[in-house]
Each structure stands twice: as C-alpha cells, then as structure tokens.
C-alpha cells in the first residue's frame, strides 16, 4: 500500500506481508470525482442541472474514488451532502494521518545529547549511531540540538533539518530544493508559542509492546488493543461524521486504510487526481504514451462508410483531449518547496482536498520503508530528508491555501527499534517509535519526558513514555470537542506527560 520514493529497506517477511489496507471489504462503489468538483467544490456539481454523470464525462474526470459505504449512495445525493457540509461548517476542523510504514527507529531521528545517555546509545550502536554535531559524510551523521530547554536532552538527526541546518548532503541531485524546510522550521523555539507548531513525542507505543507488525499496526489504527472491527477514527465518523458524503473521509491510496473503517458512515479510497485517461502499466517514456499514441491515431480519419470505426476514433479522440484538458486544470501549482517525491505528491493532494469545499474531514497517507533489519543508514536518511522537508512543505501549502489552522497532522509508525543495532548494521523490532503532531495551533516542544537509555524495559528496549492512546485521548477532546471514552475502548488511566510538566497537545486559546 505504501511507496517508498525508490528506498527500500531490509525488511522482514511479516513487514513484506503485512499492511494497513483493508483487505476484507470491497468498495460497494465507484465515484467519478468531476474536475469542476476540484475547481469549484460540490456546489458547482449539486447545484448544476446539466452536469449529471454523463456530462460530467464528457467534460472532465479528475479521478475515481472507490466508496466504502453500507448502502448505495446516488450520484446526486453524494454532491448535495459534500456542498452542505462545506457550507454549513467552512472552519470544521480537519485531520491528516501519515504513517511511516515499517516501523521507523525513534533513536536515530531524535538523538540523545546528554551523557550518560550518550554514551549508552553510542556503544550499543557502534556503526549507526548519529554523531553529536555537524554530519562529516553520508555514514558518519551528525545531530542538533532541539531549541529550548529540551535541547540538552534531544536533538534531531540533521537529515531532518532544513537546508540551512545541516541537511546539505541530502540534495540528493536536486531531489530537495534549496531554501527547504525541515522539522527544525516547523518546531521554531521549542516553546510550544508561536511559531512552535511541531510537537515531539520520541517513544510512543503501548505497554506491553509488541514487536509484531501484524498486532501493532492493528492497535495503532483501531486505536485498542483488543480487537476491533472499525478504525479509531472511523467510529468518530459513523457518530458525528454525515452518512451521504464519502468525501469526508478519505484515503490517499488504492485501498482504504484501516483507520478509517467504519460501520455505516460512508468513506473513500482515492489514488490520485490523474483524470481518464489510456495507460500501459511501468511503461512511462514519452514514446510509449498510450495516451499521445492513441490520440494520434484517432486523429486519422475514417472512411465515410465505416460508421463504426469514425465512432470509435471519436470517442477515443474525446477521451484523450478531456485528459489533456484535466491534467491541466487539476495540477494547481504551488509555491511551497517540497522535495521531488512520492509523498510530496500525495501531501499536495492531500492539501488540495482539504482546502477544496466538499466536506473533507480526514485524510490518510502511507509511506516509507523504514523496517531496517541492515544497511540502516543508507536506507532510512534519504527518507527521513524527504520526510522533514516534505512535512515543512505541505505546512506552508495549507498555510497558502488559507486552512492551516484548521489542520492538524499526526505522523507514526507501529513501533521503534532495539537499542542495540545487530550484525547487519540494521536495528530489530523493539518499543517506543516516533510519533510528531503538527500545525499552527498545536503545542510545539518535546512532548514526553525523554526514555532513560540506561534503564531499558525488560526486553532490553526503551520505556515507553507515551501511550499512542493518551495522544488519541488529546486530539478527541481538545481538537475535536469529543469525548475519548466513546471511540477508546481500553483507554487507560493518565495522560500526555510533557517535558514541561503540562499534558495538552494545543497551544492556548
């Protein structure tokens, strides 16, 4: 389900086999997505008496989205509740899931800094620990210091870090534009004020962890740790979220993700905003474009007595000229700097549709390869430069779109890595992964107290200072005004613990 940007890591068998799709529910139908939906929002659609599905055909497809929903849902009725949500609620507040898949090691993106931490992390990681300081190659990587009080603590592994801190060997040839952002941009000061608005959480799990990727990613996206048939966010839909609109919720994917599985309420699956056109799979030279080709030869006239053929080679001709004209009109450009990537794609979408008035609620991504079992540092930096600066991107493209303040982003993976790397200079599956939130109104700064390296769990792996589900509790009550305990079934007592002594995830109002 996920796309990697071309890294792949050594991963195991149950990485390779397991995934946050769901697998066990076809969609009950597909939706045509009109570009005048994209351009205008759902009123153009609902409101337009001429523009049924046949017309919307003919005139442009911006996509296809595949609908998860209890009921079949008329084409009409779908348009009427996206225009109706997107006016009766234009501030509604919006969230955004991106999952790193694999689950990513917490340790070598958030570094310890102070001794005796240090130096435990640094002899249990002989070859793979990050240096304190500048980077001196693309083996030996160096970290800076979190800004704030937090910075004798943690810092972040400098593939993180924008350009101008640090994350100059990870160009790679012209992949990251000059002038980027990274994670350094969006956690400012530290102090959780303005301009703070990336919230750290270096060691987030459960207890008692589990390294299996099967269970874990199955906890995460249910929000439980027993088992559950609907995702965490998708039982908040099915009670507060509408019942004729697919759009509120949707996957950036061919398939739907777990976390938003729902009961009744509808959701979707939508791959991209490509439009209609003819393709030939990993085939992508310009000479081999099935499109130009078949254009091309629909342009050859037929013969006046051959009805068939002309009507054939019209409605081919019809097909790639709205294709050429959707390409056009959906790929809104922007100015934010993101980094020339897979998960910039889907980021920039993801900004489209939430800024766009159809309703959109939540969206889900998946990406990356981080189960680094070898080589971990050639694998997981490439992708941790195009994670911060793709990150900083998409924030100053909601910023642009005017939604900002309306977003709020959670990145997390199943769960983080041994302390002790293994011979294949890699990491095993261990407790205690990365899990960031962010946004203008969230609470930046290290938001738990930082693991003590020295006194490992049981297991021989980090303790884990924050439960996934505390953080779950925090976005239900202060993002969303609801209350946890209806959408957290084994919700344990406490709270977010940060390492200012305070438990909130949003800045005060």
């Known amino acids: 389900m996920a796309t990697t940007d071309g890294y792949e890591a050594l991963k195991c068998a149950d990485c390779a086999r397991s995934d946050s799709a769901v697998t066990d529910l076809r969609p009950s139908q597909q939706l045509a997505i009109p570009v005048e939906a994209i351009e205008s929002g759902a009123g153009e659609v609902a409101g337009s008496r001429r523009l049924t599905r046949r017309r919307a055909l003919q005139s442009g497809i911006a996509g296809m989205a595949a609908i998860y929903a209890s009921t079949q849902l008329d ?304 694998s997981m930096d490439p992708q941790l430069a195009v994670l911060g600066s793709a990150l900083a991107a998409f924030q100053a493209d909601l910023a642009a779109r005017g939604v900002a303040d309306q977003v709020l982003t959670v990145v997390f993976s199943e769960f983080g890595r041994r302390v002790g790397q293994n011979d294949s200079d890699g990491t095993d599956h261990g407790a205690g992964g990365p899990m960031m939130l962010m946004g203008p109104r969230v609470k930046g700064g290290l938001a738990s107290q930082p693991s003590d390296l020295a006194a490992p769990d049981d297991n021989g792996d980090l303790v884990v200072s924050t439960d996934f589900r505390h953080v779950y509790k925090a976005i239900f009550q202060e993002w969303f005004a609801a209350d946890p305990s209806r959408y957290l079934p084994d919700l344990p007592a406490g709270a977010i613990n940060r390492f200012d002594g305070t438990s909130t995830i949003l800045k005060a109002a």
């Open 75 to 378: 084409w009409n009725v779908i348009w009427r509740a996206a225009e109706a949500e997107a006016a009766e609620n234009p501030g509604a507040r919006k969230l955004v899931l991106i999952y790193l898949q694999g689950g990513a090691d917490s340790l070598n993106m958030f570094v310890p800094q102070l001794d005796p931490h240090y130096n435990v992390y640094t002899g249990q990681r002989p070859t793979i620990a990050r240096l304190r300081g500048p980077s001196v190659n693309l083996q030996q990587v160096g970290s800076t210091p979190f800004s704030g009080g937090a910075g004798a603590q943690i810092g972040f592994a400098n593939p993180l870090l924008s350009g101008v801190n640090g994350n100059q060997l990870y160009g790679m040839n012209g992949m990251i534009p000059a002038g980027a952002g990274g994670l350094d941009t969006l956690f400012g000061d530290g102090s959780g004020g303005v301009g703070s608005d990336l919230a750290v959480f270096p060691a987030a799990d459960y207890n008692p962890a589990n390294r299996s990727h099967f269970d874990s990613r199955d906890y995460w996206f249910q929000g439980a740790l027993k088992k559950q048939t609907t995702g965490w966010i998708g039982r908040w839909l099915d009670a507060e979220g509408s019942q004729e609109n697919p759009l509120q919720a949707i996957s950036l994917d061919s398939s739907l993700s777990k976390q938003i599985r729902t009961s009744r309420a509808p959701v979707c699956a939508l791959d991209g905003l490509q439009g209609i056109q003819f393709d030939v799979r990993n085939v992508t030279t310009a000479a081999n474009n099935a499109n130009l080709q078949i254009e091309k030869l629909a342009a050859v006239a037929a013969a006046k007595s051959n009805v068939a053929l002309a009507r054939s080679r019209q409605s081919f001709g019809l097909t790639t000229s709205v294709s050429r004209k959707v390409k056009t009109l959906v790929a809104q450009p922007s100015t934010a700097l993101y980094p020339n990537s897979f998960l910039s794609n889907r980021l920039r979408l993801a900004a489209q549709l939430l800024a766009a008035p159809l309703g959109t609620r939540v969206v889900t991504v998946d990406w990356g390869s981080f189960d680094n079992h070898g080589d971990q540092v050639s």
